[in-house]
């Protein structure tokens, strides 16, 4: 079984500028996950989509970053302008519906704002 | 809103030492509970989980956790450490009927040495 993938694996962008991540969770799993992983700390939910619709986003900063799932399986996440504090691994993760206990995590992307 | 402590960051220990890391989480309704665990360069993997029943939860490579509901607590063990234990563990607590939302300690990096 084909894992979560996850584009690129590493980004490095000055300030002000705009960067978008792509994921594609296991195939069949309704639920996606973003995550970011600011180093030393443990991954914080971004947002939470259940198929196309957005489950939970209240932890998104939504004047700078967005997400979509328009089709219900693969999403991208932007960041629209990047900030040095936003530096960090944003991890991707799926489950099938129902099962949020049960997420499969991909290798991240991690990016560095300079 | 929950939270996961997690102390003691970093470890550092010999081959056939113990281990055992904290968890502590905020949160007075019934929870899930979850260890993961990311070995250098490889994705976040569930190392175990609890829901209910049998408090001593075993998981996979010799790890267990015991829930002990009047501390709050959901502590990982291992008798006997190899160097392959090497990676970053993290706790992980949900509640099943709030927004199910994974909310994530800050990890403890173990290096194990041979």
């Known amino acids: 079984e084909a894992g979560v993938a996850q584009s690129p694996r590493y980004k490095i962008i000055e300030k002000r500028q705009s960067v978008a991540f792509w994921c594609n969770p296991i195939s069949g799993h309704a639920t996606l996950y973003w995550y970011q992983q600011i180093l030393g700390q443990g991954p914080k939910l971004l947002i939470q989509f259940q198929n196309n619709g957005v489950v939970d986003d209240s932890q998104l900063p939504k004047d700078r970053f967005s997400a979509e799932r328009l089709k219900g399986v693969d999403s991208t996440l932007k960041i629209q302008p990047a900030k040095l504090e936003d530096s960090a691994v944003y991890l991707c993760a799926s489950s099938p519906s129902g099962r949020s206990y049960e997420q499969y995590f991909g290798p991240g992307t991690r990016l560095t704002v300079t | ?114």
């Open chain 2, 1 to 114: 809103a929950q939270s996961v402590s997690q102390h003691n960051h970093h470890v550092i220990l010999s081959e056939a030492a113990s281990l055992e890391l904290g968890c502590n989480y905020s949160y007075g309704g019934t929870v899930n509970l979850f260890w993961y665990v990311q070995y250098p360069g490889q994705h976040l993997q569930l190392l175990l989980k609890y829901f209910s029943g049998d408090p001593l939860v075993k998981g996979i490579k010799g790890f267990e956790a015991e829930f002990i509901k009047s501390k709050f607590s959901f502590n990982l063990r291992k008798p006997s450490v190899q160097w392959s234990d090497t990676a970053e563990y993290f706790c992980a607590v949900n509640a099943p009927w709030g927004n199910n939302r994974l909310a994530f300690g800050k990890g403890n990096q173990v290096v194990v040495i041979p």
